[in-house]
C-alpha cells in the first residue's frame, strides 16, 4: 500500500521541526558596551536617580535574586566610573562584564538596557536610567565640587592617620576601647556565592579603614582590593559608615577588583 502523502508530509515536517529545535535557554552575548542616552521626558537630578535606583532593586519580585545581585553590582561599577586607581581604566567595562560573566548572564547586543538573559533563558528588562546616568543630568551641589573635594581629602587625610594611630594604640595596650563602639557589619564579597563575611569594626573608623580590615579577614592577596558600596553607591573612604547613611545589621557590597 503506497502511504498517502499527507503521513510522508507530516512525518518529513516532524523530523525537521526536531532537527532545528533550538535551545531557548542559550542565547549569544556580545562585549559590554557603554549606554549613552540624553532624557526627553523628565528632568533629572542625582538624588532622583540614586531614589530610583534603589527603589528598582528593592521592587524586584520576578527573576533569580543571584542574578539581580549580579548585575546590581556590575551596575554600581559602571556607576563609579570603574576603578579610579586603575592604570587602564576603561569606566569598569571589564569588570562588570567578568561579574556578569560569572553569573551565567548573557547580553546578545552588549547594551544592558536591550535585553539580558540568565543561564535558564529568562529574560531582564533594565530602563536607560537604572543603567546609567543621561547626558543632560543636573547637578544640584551646595558648595563648589573643586572646594569640597579639597575639603574632603584634607579632612579625610587627617581623620585616617589619628584612626590609624588609634587602631595601634588599641593593639599595644595604651587606649581603652568602649565595647558599645564596636559593632559587627556583614559584607558580601563579589566575587564569591557564600555567607556575607562579618568584621567587627569601630563605629568611628572611616572607610578607608573599614575596607582595611575586610582586606585582612578575607584572604585576599594582591593585585586585587576592595571597594565599598552601599545602596547604589560607592563609599566615600574619607567618611564613616554612619556619615554615609548606612544603617546597622544592613548588608554593605564589597566588590573585588583587579
Avoid at 534603589?54 to 533569580?64: K, L, M, P, V
Avoid at 553590582?73 to 567578568?98: H, K, R, V
Wanted: hydrophobic letters at 30%; aromatic letters at 4%; one cysteine or more.
Amino acid at each position: 500500500m503506497i502511504p498517502r502523502p499527507s503521513t510522508n508530509a507530516s512525518n518529513h515536517s516532524a523530523g525537521t521541526h526536531h532537527r532545528h529545535h533550538r535551545d531557548l535557554t542559550k542565547h549569544p552575548t556580545k562585549d559590554l558596551k557603554l549606554h549613552v542616552w540624553k532624557s526627553q521626558t523628565r528632568t533629572w537630578t542625582r538624588d532622583q536617580l540614586d531614589e530610583e535606583r534603589i527603589a528598582f532593586f528593592d521592587t524586584r519580585t520576578s527573576g533569580r535574586e543571584e542574578t539581580w545581585q549580579a548585575i546590581r553590582t556590575a551596575l554600581e561599577i559602571l556607576w563609579a566610573g570603574g576603578d579610579p586607581g586603575a592604570e587602564d581604566n576603561d569606566g569598569g567595562l571589564a569588570t562588570a562584564q567578568a561579574i556578569l560573566r560569572a553569573a551565567g548572564v548573557t547580553i546578545p547586543s552588549g547594551d544592558l538596557t536591550a535585553a539580558v538573559y540568565d543561564a535558564n533563558g529568562a529574560r531582564y528588562e533594565l530602563p536607560e536610567y537604572i543603567v546609567c546616568d543621561p547626558t543632560n543630568i543636573v547637578e544640584m551641589p551646595t558648595r563648589t565640587e573643586e572646594d569640597e573635594g579639597d575639603k574632603s581629602e584634607e579632612d579625610g587625610e587627617t581623620a585616617d592617620e589619628a584612626e590609624l594611630l588609634r587602631r595601634d594604640e588599641i593593639r599595644r595596650g595604651k587606649a581603652v576601647v568602649n565595647p558599645d563602639d564596636m559593632i559587627d557589619i556583614k559584607v558580601k564579597l563579589s566575587d564569591r556565592d557564600n555567607r556575607p563575611l562579618v568584621v567587627t569594626i569601630n563605629k568611628q573608623d572611616t572607610v578607608r579603614i573599614v575596607t582595611k580590615k575586610i582586606y585582612e579577614e578575607s584572604g585576599l592577596e594582591p593585585p586585587k582590593h576592595i571597594r565599598i558600596a552601599y545602596l547604589g553607591k560607592i563609599l566615600k573612604d574619607n567618611k564613616t559608615l554612619k556619615e554615609q547613611n548606612w544603617e546597622e545589621q544592613n548588608v554593605l557590597n564589597g566588590l573585588v577588583l583587579g
